[in-house]
């Protein structure tokens, strides 16, 4: 199994989680897949999984590119909580916010 940590998911570990090595970042994602995997994964969206990052306090949320590897694609906080910020960089009518 294959996992890789896009560099925006990274920048996001280390707005919400520290700072942190890439390699470290990446071992306890792995494991925490590993495990969840057995268990079962529920998808977040037709394209996306949410994974919780045991012990942090962020869900990593993945997706399967064409070649198989699971890419992280960005951490949010385990409240689910989006910002007015992260839904605008999505292309979001801001207005939907007032």
């Excluded at 294959?2 to 920048?11: E, P, R």
């Excluded at 999984?49 to 590897?69: C, M, N, Q, W």
């Amino acid at each position: 199994m294959v996992v890789i940590i896009s560099n925006h998911a990274m920048q996001r570990w280390q707005e919400r989680v520290g700072p942190a090595k890439h390699k470290d970042v990446l071992r306890l994602v792995s494991n925490n897949l590993k495990n969840q995997l057995k268990l079962g994964l529920k998808a977040h969206d037709k394209e996306s999984f949410a994974l919780e990052v045991k012990p942090t306090s962020v869900t990593a949320v993945l997706s399967i590119d064409p070649r198989g590897y699971w890419v992280v694609k960005t951490f949010h906080l385990n409240s689910w909580a989006i910002t007015k910020s992260d839904k605008i960089r999505e292309g979001a009518d801001e207005t939907a916010w007032i």
